[in-house]
């Protein structure tokens, strides 16, 4: 996947929605777009104003830095974030403290390590592998506003953003819609001659401190990387057990076992 820096047409029909949290699992995204409360969620989800199914949906990487931090009104705990700007580093990173290098400019591939999660998965142009796992779903741009608006506790159409104009994002790389937690949204690249999408918080991993997830939580996200075909159990918990707010905090053997019994 190339790093795209030319505007795209503003109003894109179909974007791929890069999922990097418990959105991966596919019985919690129908949550977001067809309505419903999640296994284990101390929330129930309205559904978008277009309820259809994602149209495919592939196993990417992207540059950067997966964290948890903050604390989730749905599932206690740490809360999955995303940040472009930290540096990766071979072999993924093995504590919070890791991140202490400038920033760099943010890219999306396939995964191409034969020996790491997802490997041999997906199909994009470009060529060093980032560091971290997504599932992307193709969804339409309607769709991905109101996953947006979800996020924030907002009903799907509402809001000061109810329908996103995503020229800005797909632009420029990156767009802070407001102060929410979820509200600022990036551009990593295209896949397929389509522009992936996600949203993370405004600040970045070296500027908040790490909180572990809650086993609901990591679960969901563990899961979720083995229904997209990330690798088995332990495969996927090696890979987790790296990221700042599950280093330190959570053994390797125990979220393997959280795959297993979710």
């Known amino acids: 996947m190339t790093s795209s820096t030319a505007a795209k047409p503003a109003g894109a029909r179909r974007v791929w929605y890069a999922s ?120 339409t741009a309607e769709q991905f506003s109101d996953v947006v608006a979800q996020e924030m506790h907002r009903a799907p159409g509402t809001g000061p953003h109810p329908d996103i104009d995503l020229a800005e994002v797909l632009a420029a790389g990156r767009v802070r819609l407001g102060d929410g937690r979820y509200e600022t949204l990036v551009h990593p690249g295209d896949h397929e001659g389509v522009p992936v999408v996600t949203f993370t918080a405004p600040w970045g991993v070296r500027d908040v401190a790490a909180n572990p997830p809650s086993p609901a939580y990591l679960a969901q996200i563990a899961g979720g990387l083995v229904e997209a075909g990330a690798g088995d159990p332990l495969t996927v918990a090696h890979y987790l057990a790296r990221w700042p707010g599950v280093a330190g905090h959570w053994k390797v053997a125990d979220i393997a076992a959280l795959v297993r019994l979710s």
């Open 20 to 139: 990097y949290g418990s959105n991966m699992r596919s019985a919690r995204f129908r949550c977001y777009l067809a309505g419903g409360r999640p296994e284990g969620a101390a929330r129930t989800y309205p559904g978008c104003r277009d309820p259809r199914p994602p149209a495919a949906s592939a196993l990417l990487r992207l540059s950067g830095a997966l964290y948890f931090a903050a604390e989730s009104e749905v599932w206690t705990g740490g809360m999955a974030f995303y940040d472009p700007d930290a540096p990766d580093l071979p072999g993924g990173p093995d504590a919070p403290d890791t991140y202490n290098g400038p920033g760099h400019a943010h890219r999306a591939h396939a995964p191409d390590d034969a020996h790491a999660p997802g490997a041999g998965l997906g199909a994009a142009s470009g060529g060093a592998s980032g560091r971290v796992l997504v599932r992307a779903h193709l969804i």
